[in-house]
């Protein structure tokens, strides 16, 4: 069974540049997650769908970030425009159902804003 | 509110010794379920274990073990036999019955010398 694939896995951008994460979860997976993972922290959830709704999205920060999951299958994650304190790694995550309690994690995208 | 506390920013030891990663947490929910996961230096997050609040008893699996006390509120990892692959940062993290929002600890960084 293929995992959760994420793509570009690094990325250097200038700050008040544009960028966009993208995420398929695994086959058939219902959930998926965005994770926000600042050096040296542990992830925080930016962004949660449940199909192609969003369940959570009270810890995204609505000015710059945005997200979307039209299909219900894969999702992208867009920051605009970017701050030096959006760097970070972005972890996708994804699970079977909703409330299930296993997060299946991608290899994330590290994000570097000069 | 949720808090997982992991005071051990960095342990390092030398192969085969046994050693320990504590995990405290916070919360007002009665049920909640308790994880560790494994972050090697390729960036994905490994599932190790799920612990419902209900279940105290201790677990192992391996090389692997876990300590779970209510009544302290902590969730301890002790690997046994270390190996320089178990290299990697541990975090714990928490998540509330029907809840979807994974609470991670800050993580501890094993170092495993040969």
């Known amino acids: 069974e293929a995992g959760v694939a994420q793509s570009p896995r690094y990325k250097i951008i200038e700050k008040r540049q544009s960028v966009a994460f993208w995420c398929n979860p695994i086959?058939?997976?219902?959930?998926l997650y965005w994770y926000q993972q600042i050096l040296g922290q542990g992830p925080k959830l930016l962004i949660q769908?449940?199909?192609?709704?969003?369940?959570?999205d009270s810890q995204l920060p609505k000015d710059r970030f945005s997200a979307e999951r039209l299909k219900g299958v894969d999702s992208t994650l867009k920051i605009q425009p970017a701050k030096l304190e959006d760097s970070a790694v972005y972890l996708c995550?994804?699970?079977?159902?909703?409330?299930?309690?296993?997060?299946?994690f991608g290899p994330g995208t590290r994000l570097t804003v000069t | 509110a949720q808090k997982v506390t992991q005071a051990q920013t960095e342990i390092s030891v030398v192969e085969k010794e046994d050693v320990t990663l504590d995990c405290v947490y916070e919360?007002?929910?009665?049920?909640?379920?308790l994880f560790w996961y494994k972050q090697p230096p390729s960036g994905e997050l490994v599932f190790l274990i799920r612990?419902?609040?209900?279940?105290?008893q201790n677990e192992i699996s391996g090389r692997y073990s876990w300590n779970f006390q209510k009544s302290t509120s902590s969730f301890n990892f002790t690997i046994t036999a270390s190996q320089v692959v178990d290299s990697a940062v541990y975090f714990c993290?928490?998540?509330?019955?029907?809840?979807?929002?994974?609470?991670f600890g800050g993580g501890t960084r094993l170092m495993v010398k040969p």
């Open positions: 995550a994804s699970s079977p159902i909703l409330h299930s309690y296993e997060q299946y």
């Open positions: 086959s058939g997976h219902a959930t």
């Open positions: 769908f449940q199909n192609n709704g969003v369940v959570d």
């Open positions: 919360t007002r929910d009665t049920t909640y379920y």
């Open positions: 612990r419902n609040s209900f279940d105290e």
């Open positions: 993290a928490l998540i509330r019955r029907a809840g979807n929002m994974l609470t």
